[in-house]
């Protein structure tokens, strides 16, 4: 798929990747430049991406939101059933070209019911990073599920917005931080004075 189609055609992988980064360029202007560049789109078509897909998420006959993301992102690479405490979900995985070691990942209730959360994971059988220090923790390398791993017991957060979430976290040292995402992918870490437990 070219630039121009992403315009114009049918909303495809590229025009979704477009939606991510645009939600990305609040924290890593540089990274998601960066990849527009990769892509071989302006900063027309990634605004032009993110306002079709808005519309098709808001719209009266929209789609649920599964359905919307097999019809942008094409079946699943795979599925996978999977136990969240005493209730099991289904695990749609998705590839995108930007990040070929990490997949989209869409967690819905049982029978292709409503969908709990949408992000970036690691790909099955990619090597994750190993992370012991802030220095590990750069831009877009990890994940929420890897950086928890790495640094318990990690504290969730408001993420401020449904697309962000964040943790709090005390790294080696007991330097306190909090670990921001956008849809599941390290964006920034920042440094939080005090106990992170007892912040809202």
Same mark, same amino acid.
């Given at each position: 798929?070219?630039?121009?189609?992403?315009?114009?055609?049918?909303?495809?992988?590229?025009?979704?990747?477009?939606?991510?980064?645009?939600?990305?360029?609040?924290? /890593?202007?540089?990274?998601?430049?960066?990849?527009?560049? *990769?892509?071989?789109?302006?900063?027309?078509?990634?605004?032009?991406?993110?306002?079709?897909?808005?519309?098709?998420?808001?719209?009266?006959?929209?789609?649920?939101?599964?359905?919307?993301?097999?019809?942008?992102?094409?079946?699943?690479?795979?599925?996978? +059933?999977?136990?969240?405490?005493?209730?099991?979900? *289904?695990?749609?995985?998705?590839?995108?070209?930007?990040?070929?070691?990490?997949?989209?990942?869409?967690?819905?209730?049982?029978?292709?019911?409503?969908?709990?959360?949408?992000?970036?994971?690691?790909?099955?059988?990619?090597?994750?990073? /190993?992370?012991?220090?802030?220095?590990?923790?750069?831009?877009?390398?990890?994940?929420?599920?890897?950086?928890?791993?790495?640094?318990?017991?990690?504290?969730?957060?408001?993420?401020?917005?449904?697309?962000?979430?964040?943790?709090?976290?005390?790294?080696?040292?007991?330097? +306190?931080?909090?670990?921001?995402?956008?849809?599941?992918?390290?964006?920034?870490?920042?440094?939080?004075?005090?106990?992170?437990? /007892? +912040?809202?």
């Amino acid at each position: 798929m070219n630039a121009a189609a992403a315009a114009s055609g049918p909303f495809g992988p590229l025009d979704f990747q477009l939606v991510l980064l645009r939600r990305m360029a609040d924290h /890593q202007p540089g990274l998601v430049e960066d990849a527009r560049r *990769e892509l071989g789109v302006s900063t027309a078509q990634m605004r032009e991406a993110n306002r079709r897909w808005q519309a098709m998420v808001r719209s009266p006959r929209a789609r649920g939101a599964a359905a919307r993301y097999r019809s942008v992102l094409g079946e699943p690479e795979s599925r996978t +059933r999977r136990a969240i405490g005493d209730v099991e979900c *289904e695990a749609l995985l998705w590839p995108l070209p930007l990040w070929p070691d990490l997949r989209f990942e869409v967690l819905t209730a049982p029978g292709g019911g409503a969908v709990w959360n949408e992000w970036l994971v690691r790909a099955p059988g990619a090597p994750a990073p /190993q992370l012991r220090t802030a220095a590990d923790l750069r831009p877009w390398t990890c994940t929420v599920d890897e950086v928890a791993r790495a640094f318990p017991p990690a504290v969730p957060l408001e993420g401020g917005a449904p697309t962000r979430s964040r943790l709090a976290c005390t790294l080696p040292g007991g330097r +306190r931080c909090v670990a921001e995402f956008t849809w599941g992918l390290l964006q920034r870490l920042v440094e939080q004075p005090g106990d992170p437990a /007892q +912040r809202p």
